[in-house]
């Protein structure tokens, strides 16, 4: 077994973070301008660390693949963000926070890590509110905060159902005041497709414009990833059209390992998929969670009535509702984490239970929060979401319970990161979703707006400078190196191999778009690497997932120019790499043979249903190698996971 | 349920900012009304695709209505016919069986042409980098609660913060103005005592980069307001030009 070191601080958990920043080393003010270091991304991670690192006086460049940095996904998310503040006089504390999200994540993420995200938790509120984010108040002037799944304080602080939307703009416009100020240098329109690597470190990238279809070189001292998740694997997903892994895989395909890739998040409230023309699914926040109340018809002939639409929600009088994560869960009720809510629907349907006409979907009933609190109060909490749900259902909430279902929504698998947010390639760094490190088998919700800031704003500013501390020598890089040459020359030569796939085909009949094979992808990936998964289904899953790139690499069809903007073409890259990433998906599920958070092996449950864990094999951090090429299969490596402080047990939601 | 419609599609095609454009025009069939709109350009997309065509170019992200990426001029409204809505966020149930349904970019001098429907919006970033923000740095915040703000305040806060930056208001402005934009950010920051401290440099030096840009004058026509699929006010308008005077006179 390869040495893992995650670089883990000595000294008691509640001061590690503290002692680190004690003791890292410095880079002075004078230096700080002669070091470039390159930020990939946008988001809250990327848009927070660009900006804090320019403000520190180092020389930024930052890219991102829209036209706007304020575009990035992290601006979609509803619900809010966790702090331990104990606003709320509820008995929250940083070690509580800490807990919860050991326990949410079913002990598979590192104690130090997860104490440091609550301990800078507080931090990341107060700079918010300073940079002028809008969040919720009372009446009062204070800050308001609301619950969310897996825990029993009130510590999510929330913008309207826009939460993600106002930190993303509180951190783009620092991002833009450091563009303004000349010490960020922003690229839009901008993907990076290859991290260059020199004399072990990385140091530099290859960029395409997407405008102009051109490649770009550009030298820095040091590389973050903040490019987000890999849930677009799956096709239908709730991220965004452009969400890719491309940076990422690309920077497991040079070295870097990639971690728990199978800890895939399918979150439980979600619009159901209709028809088969559909892009992307839609997210119905968390938050209403809160208030909504879950529930399948007790009655088989119910459900297959409201198959039929032969009735509705409304008609199926309360004795007959079989409100089942209440039932279930009586300890969080309608709350529970979301990977149990997810497995607890998809039972219910497996069972027949459906209530829409493909038989895939479940209430969300408001009724009883309309008779307890009234009308307003409802709509004033959760009214956009209600506008929002009618638009795309065309039924109207107040009437009839929503229908949700669960899909791929977050994952919390990413690039294996240290203590630093230092991948195994030194000088790369991932921040954000992009990395594995804070939320174990499964995320809490409102915890991705923690981590991605955290990382921005609170680590990486520190980590940064410790490993930049003995590079003050090293004179700034030129893109005319040989190692940027071959570079450059391999992700041309890909492009051009992928466009040129067509061409060599004889038969033209079999020519199909990105999109068809995408959807193949997305069948076996979401029938066999799913919310549920088992051994037989995985390895025919794996030997499935060939035949997919055997077509991609005979049958993509990308019309246009090769030249210039090419929407297929960029897409098919992305496909190249979502295929990669599957297989990854499906080779961690697979030797991972037990069920933890968001990874459910049928092989390990209890008698009633619910996951078991197994400690004794499984206790570590799966840590994967690529090996020579694409069709090899990676190597496992292990980070053995302690806890110290923390007693592992089996998770309980019911008492 | 809803029903299936076929009905005809113009669509802008225009191959740079500086060439000639045209429309195409597409026959579609049996779309069915819970097709989102961006999606019904996806099913044309994989036809044209199919027949080894070109597909048609336009900006999409999100499709949640947040990210402000989609920017589609339908029938003469920015973002199509439904109130408060993005383009992602209109659905097929809106038309009807043989409409004419015709698709064209933001038209505005401060926009110009990349391809199709893609227009180039990075004006408003350089806006927002001249002034909409606080100049606070990283990690010197005190504690959020310090400085209690109202209610009221913060919700108008809100409103105005709303603002996803897609530019309908510049499209829909027959002078191009970008005064709504522009408007709510800096109205988001008076209402709150964060950015008071820097409310006259806000005002002037983003107003100053707007002009620079080429955006044009507002004259009340109030046509931003009412294509603003995230309902911005153009109270924020008002609130704008006092906190300009202010500053102006301030000199």
Same mark, same amino acid.
Request: net charge negative; aromatic share 8%; hydrophobic share 35%.
């Given at each position: 077994?390869?040495?893992?070191?995650?670089?883990?601080?000595?000294?008691?958990?509640?001061?590690?973070?503290?002692?680190?920043?004690?003791?890292?080393?410095?880079?002075?003010?004078?230096?700080?301008?002669?070091?470039?270091?390159?930020?990939?991304?946008?988001?809250?991670?990327?848009?927070?660390?660009?900006?804090?690192?320019?403000?520190?006086?180092?020389?930024?460049?930052?890219?991102?693949?829209?036209?706007?940095?304020?575009?990035?996904?992290?601006?979609?998310?509803?619900?809010?963000?966790?702090?331990?503040?104990?606003?709320?006089?509820?008995?929250?504390?940083?070690?509580?926070?800490?807990?919860?999200?050991?326990?949410?994540?079913?002990?598979?993420?590192?104690?130090?890590?997860?104490?440091?995200?609550?301990?800078?938790?507080?931090?990341?509120?107060?700079?918010?509110?300073?940079?002028?984010?809008?969040?919720?108040?009372?009446?009062?002037?204070?800050?308001?905060?609301?619950?969310? @799944?897996?825990?029993?304080?009130?510590?999510?602080?929330?913008?309207?159902?826009?939460?993600?939307?106002?930190?993303?703009?509180?951190?783009?416009?620092?991002?833009?005041?450091?563009?303004?100020?000349?010490?960020?240098?922003?690229?839009?329109?901008?993907?990076?497709?290859?991290?260059?690597?020199?004399? @072990?470190?990385?140091?530099?990238? /290859?960029?395409?414009?997407?405008?102009?279809?051109?490649?770009?070189?550009?030298?820095?001292?040091?590389?973050?990833?903040?490019?987000?998740?890999?849930?677009?694997?799956?096709?239908?997903?709730?991220?965004?059209?452009?969400?890719?892994?491309?940076?990422?895989?690309?920077?497991?395909?040079?070295?870097?390992?990639?971690?728990?890739?199978?800890?895939?998040?399918?979150?439980?409230?979600?619009?159901?998929?209709?028809?088969?023309?559909?892009?992307?699914?839609?997210?119905?926040?968390?938050?209403?969670?809160?208030?909504?109340?879950?529930?399948?018809?007790?009655?088989?002939?119910?459900?297959?009535?409201?198959?039929?639409?032969?009735?509705?929600?409304?008609?199926?009088?309360?004795?007959?509702?079989?409100?089942?994560?209440?039932?279930?869960? $009586?300890?969080?009720?309608?709350?529970?984490?979301?990977?149990?809510?997810?497995?607890?629907?998809?039972?219910?349907?497996?069972?027949?239970?459906?209530?829409?006409?493909?038989?895939?979907?479940?209430?969300?009933?408001?009724?009883?929060?309309?008779?307890?609190?009234?009308?307003?109060?409802?709509?004033?909490?959760?009214?956009?979401?209600?506008?929002?749900?009618?638009?795309? +259902?065309?039924?109207?909430?107040?009437?009839?319970?929503?229908?949700?279902?669960?899909?791929?929504?977050?994952?919390?698998?990413?690039?294996?990161?240290?203590?630093?947010?230092?991948?195994?390639?030194? @000088?790369?760094?991932?921040?954000?979703?992009?990395?594995?490190?804070?939320?174990?088998?499964?995320?809490?919700?409102?915890?991705?707006?923690?981590?991605?800031?955290?990382?921005?704003?609170?680590?990486?500013?520190?980590?940064?400078?410790?490993?930049? &501390?003995?590079?003050?020598?090293?004179?700034?890089?030129?893109?005319?190196?040989?190692?940027?040459?071959?570079?450059?020359?391999?992700?041309?030569?890909?492009?051009?191999?992928?466009?040129?796939?067509?061409?060599?085909?004889?038969?033209?009949?079999?020519?199909?778009?990105?999109?068809?094979?995408?959807?193949?992808?997305?069948?076996?990936?979401?029938?066999?690497?799913?919310?549920?998964?088992?051994?037989?289904?995985?390895?025919?899953?794996?030997?499935?997932?060939?035949?997919?790139?055997?077509?991609?690499?005979?049958?993509?069809?990308?019309?246009?120019?090769?030249?210039?903007?090419?929407?297929?073409?960029?897409?098919?890259?992305?496909?190249?790499?979502?295929?990669?990433?599957?297989?990854?998906?499906?080779?961690?599920?697979?030797?991972?043979?037990?069920?933890?958070?968001?990874?459910?092996?049928?092989?390990?449950?209890?008698?009633?249903?619910?996951?078991?864990?197994?400690?004794?094999?499984?206790?570590?951090?799966?840590?994967?190698?690529?090996?020579?090429?694409?069709?090899?299969?990676?190597?496992?490596?292990?980070?053995?996971?302690?806890?110290?402080? /923390?007693?592992?047990?089996?998770?309980?939601?019911?008492? | 349920?809803?029903?299936?419609?076929?009905?005809?599609?113009?669509?802008?095609?225009?191959?740079?900012?500086?060439?000639?454009?045209?429309?195409?025009?597409?026959?579609?069939?049996?779309?069915?009304?819970?097709?989102?709109?961006?999606?019904?350009?996806?099913?044309?997309?994989?036809?044209?695709?199919?027949?080894?065509?070109?597909?048609?170019?336009?900006?999409?992200?999100?499709?949640?209505?947040?990210?402000?990426?989609?920017?589609?001029?339908?029938?003469?409204?920015?973002?199509?016919?439904?109130?408060?809505?993005?383009?992602?966020?209109?659905?097929?149930?809106?038309?009807?069986?043989?409409?004419?349904?015709?698709?064209? $970019?933001?038209?505005?001098?401060?926009?110009?042409?990349?391809?199709?429907?893609?227009?180039?919006?990075?004006?408003?970033?350089? /806006?927002?980098?001249?002034?909409?923000?606080?100049?606070?740095?990283?990690?010197? &915040?005190?504690?959020?609660?310090?400085?209690?703000?109202?209610?009221?305040?913060?919700?108008?806060?809100?409103?105005?913060?709303?603002?996803?930056?897609?530019?309908?208001?510049?499209?829909?402005?027959?002078?191009?103005?970008?005064?709504?934009?522009?408007?709510?950010?800096?109205?988001?920051?008076?209402?709150?005592?964060?950015?008071? $401290?820097?409310?006259?440099?806000?005002?002037?030096?983003?107003?100053?980069?707007?002009?620079?840009?080429?955006?044009?004058?507002? +004259?009340?026509?109030?046509?931003?307001?009412?294509?603003?699929?995230?309902?911005?006010? /153009?109270?924020?308008?008002?609130?704008?030009?006092?906190?300009?005077?202010?500053?102006?006179?301030?000199?």
């Amino acid at each position: 077994m390869s040495q893992i070191d995650s670089k883990i601080p000595a000294g008691p958990l509640a001061e590690k973070w503290t002692n680190y920043k004690a003791h890292q080393k410095l880079v002075n003010p004078a230096n700080k301008r002669k070091l470039d270091i390159i930020v990939v991304g946008t988001g809250l991670a990327g848009a927070s660390a660009a900006a804090s690192l320019g403000e520190m006086g180092f020389h930024v460049i930052n890219f991102c693949i829209q036209d706007s940095p304020r575009r990035a996904h992290s601006i979609a998310a509803q619900g809010g963000i966790n702090a331990a503040k104990n606003y709320q006089n509820d008995g929250d504390a940083v070690y509580r926070l800490f807990y919860d999200t050991i326990k949410g994540g079913d002990y598979r993420a590192r104690e130090a890590n997860v104490y440091r995200l609550a301990e800078v938790s507080a931090s990341i509120i107060d700079q918010c509110v300073a940079q002028g984010v809008p969040f919720a108040r009372e009446y009062g002037g204070m800050l308001a905060n609301r619950s969310f @799944g897996g825990v029993q304080v009130s510590r999510t602080f929330y913008a309207k159902g826009q939460t993600g939307q106002q930190l993303l703009l509180g951190a783009y416009s620092s991002l833009m005041k450091e563009v303004n100020n000349g010490t960020v240098e922003l690229h839009t329109r901008t993907e990076v497709e290859d991290v260059v690597i020199i004399d @072990g470190r990385c140091r530099g990238v /290859i960029a395409k414009d997407l405008v102009s279809g051109k490649l770009e070189r550009y030298a820095a001292h040091a590389v973050c990833l903040a490019t987000g998740g890999y849930g677009n694997a799956y096709f239908l997903s709730t991220n965004a059209m452009g969400c890719n892994c491309t940076a990422a895989i690309q920077a497991y395909r040079k070295g870097a390992y990639f971690a728990n890739p199978c800890f895939v998040q399918i979150h439980p409230t979600c619009i159901p998929v209709h028809g088969d023309k559909q892009s992307k699914l839609t997210l119905m926040s968390e938050s209403l969670r809160n208030d909504g109340r879950i529930w399948v018809p007790k009655k088989l002939e119910d459900a297959k009535r409201l198959q039929r639409g032969e009735i509705k929600g409304r008609d199926i009088p309360e004795e007959d509702r079989d409100y089942y994560l209440e039932r279930r869960y $009586p300890a969080f009720g309608n709350l529970v984490p979301r990977d149990v809510a997810s497995r607890a629907a998809k039972e219910r349907t497996d069972h027949g239970f459906g209530v829409n006409n493909t038989g895939l979907a479940v209430f969300l009933d408001f009724s009883d929060a309309f008779q307890r609190l009234g009308r307003k109060r409802v709509d004033e909490r959760y009214g956009n979401l209600f506008d929002m749900y009618q638009e795309i +259902t065309d039924v109207d909430p107040h009437d009839n319970p929503m229908m949700i279902f669960p899909a791929i929504h977050y994952t919390m698998g990413g690039l294996w990161v240290d203590y630093e947010l230092q991948t195994s390639v030194k @000088g790369l760094f991932a921040l954000g979703e992009c990395n594995f490190s804070d939320h174990g088998a499964n995320r809490l919700g409102a915890s991705a707006l923690m981590q991605g800031l955290s990382d921005g704003y609170f680590v990486i500013p520190y980590t940064m400078q410790n490993y930049l &501390a003995d590079q003050i020598t090293v004179p700034r890089f030129t893109t005319n190196l040989p190692e940027f040459e071959e570079a450059e020359k391999k992700v041309q030569a890909e492009m051009d191999r992928i466009y040129d796939i067509q061409h060599k085909q004889a038969d033209k009949s079999k020519l199909v778009s990105v999109d068809t094979i995408h959807k193949e992808l997305y069948k076996i990936l979401w029938n066999q690497v799913g919310m549920a998964r088992n051994a037989e289904g995985l390895k025919s899953a794996l030997k499935k997932l060939k035949e997919v790139r055997e077509q991609f690499d005979t049958c993509v069809r990308i019309p246009g120019s090769k030249e210039g903007l090419n929407v297929e073409l960029d897409k098919a890259i992305h496909l190249r790499d979502f295929i990669l990433m599957g297989e990854l998906i499906a080779y961690d599920a697979l030797e991972r043979n037990e069920s933890c958070g968001g990874h459910f092996r049928e092989e390990s449950q209890t008698e009633e249903g619910e996951a078991k864990r197994n400690d004794e094999e499984f206790m570590y951090v799966a840590c994967w190698e690529y090996q020579k090429d694409d069709d090899t299969a990676p190597v496992l490596h292990k980070e053995p996971l302690n806890y110290e402080y /923390i007693k592992v047990q089996t998770r309980n939601y019911k008492s | 349920m809803d029903q299936n419609i076929s009905f005809t599609l113009k669509v802008w095609r225009q191959n740079g900012p500086t060439a000639e454009g045209h429309f195409d025009t597409f026959e579609m069939k049996d779309i069915p009304g819970d097709t989102s709109f961006l999606e019904m350009l996806d099913i044309l997309n994989e036809q044209l695709i199919e027949q080894d065509k070109e597909p048609f170019v336009f900006d999409h992200d999100c499709r949640e209505g947040i990210c402000g990426m989609c920017s589609l001029y339908i029938n003469g409204n920015p973002h199509g016919p439904a109130q408060g809505a993005t383009t992602c966020q209109l659905y097929m149930r809106r038309f009807h069986d043989g409409d004419v349904i015709t698709v064209e $970019p933001w038209r505005s001098a401060a926009f110009p042409v990349i391809k199709d429907c893609m227009v180039d919006r990075s004006a408003f970033d350089k /806006i927002i980098a001249a002034g909409g923000y606080t100049s606070v740095r990283t990690g010197q &915040a005190q504690d959020a609660n310090a400085i209690l703000i109202s209610k009221d305040h913060a919700d108008e806060a809100m409103d105005c913060a709303t603002c996803i930056g897609c530019g309908a208001c510049v499209a829909a402005c027959k002078n191009g103005s970008a005064m709504l934009f522009v408007s709510s950010k800096v109205s988001q920051f008076a209402l709150l005592p964060q950015g008071r $401290p820097e409310a006259a440099r806000r005002a002037k030096n983003m107003i100053a980069k707007m002009e620079e840009l080429g955006f044009g004058n507002c +004259t009340n026509t109030r046509a931003c307001e009412a294509e603003c699929p995230k309902n911005e006010s /153009i109270a924020n308008i008002a609130r704008l030009n006092r906190e300009y005077i202010k500053a102006k006179l301030a000199d």
